[in-house]
């Protein structure tokens, strides 16, 4: 039982490339988040997804696209990468609105 | 209304001593209050988590301390060990709803 995978673990992007980031999760649970930690900040939720081919924004949507073709799968794309976007994301997963999340262990993102 | 205030930002304790952090909100309709345990390069995951019809809730060295009509709850670790060096954040959800609300974090250092 693998939980929630993130990859890439780690990225170097130049500002204004593009990239993808990965969440596979095995636990067939509905709802999957993507977040982002910066220091200071706390956790805040960029995108979150309710069932497969829904996505909604979070509190700091701009610059990122989700998608959820697969229930087990939740993308994040940056379409042209900024500095401001250098940044740990984090992928977290739930059965249901009575149960706790299962975070993945992270992709740390450097815009240069 | 949608916030919670989680402080101190950082605290050191020494090895056998308690840590207390501590979190406050203002949404009424917040009912259930999870910890999230972060160690450095890893995803957060949960510790212990209160619903607020009770006012205390322990788990081994954990205990969370409920208090409804100030609208706070806090984290106590007694007998702390270098172990539980980590960054602990609190969080808040109504029921229902699709997303938590973290606290900032707060990264505790105990001392050998």
């Known amino acids: 039982n693998a939980g929630v995978t993130q990859t890439p673990k780690f990225r170097v992007l130049k500002t204004g490339q593009s990239m993808t980031l990965l969440c596979a999760q095995d636990?067939?649970?509905?709802?999957m988040y993507w977040y982002r930690q910066d220091p200071g900040m706390g956790l805040r939720l960029i995108h979150y997804?309710?069932?497969?081919?829904?996505?909604a924004k979070g509190e700091v949507p701009d610059g990122y696209n989700v998608s959820r073709l697969k229930k087990q799968n939740f993308l994040l794309g940056l379409e042209s990468a900024a500095p401001s976007q250098t940044s740990v994301y984090f992928c977290?997963?739930?059965?249901?609105?009575?149960?706790?999340?299962?975070f993945g262990s992270g992709t740390r993102l450097t815009v240069v | 209304q949608q916030q919670v205030k989680q402080s101190p930002q950082s605290l050191i304790v020494q090895k056998g001593g308690i840590s207390i952090i501590n979190c406050a909100y203002e949404?009424?309709?917040?009912?259930?209050f999870p910890w999230y345990q972060q160690f450095p390069g890893k995803g957060p995951a949960l510790l212990i988590a209160?619903?607020?019809?009770?006012s205390e809730k322990k788990e081994g060295r954990f205990t969370i301390s409920f208090n409804k009509s100030a609208k706070q709850f806090s984290l106590h670790i007694m007998d702390s060990q270098p172990g539980d060096s980590a960054t602990y954040f609190c969080?808040?959800?109504?029921?229902?709803?699709?997303?938590?609300?973290f606290g900032t974090g707060t990264r505790l250092k105990v001392l050998a």
């Open positions: 977290a997963s739930r059965l249901g609105t009575a149960y706790g999340y299962t």
């Open positions: 636990m067939n649970h509905e709802y």
């Open positions: 997804s309710v069932g497969e081919g829904t996505t």
């Open positions: 949404n009424t309709a917040f009912d259930y």
């Open positions: 209160i619903r607020p019809d009770v």
């Open positions: 969080a808040a959800s109504a029921g229902g709803t699709y997303k938590y609300i």
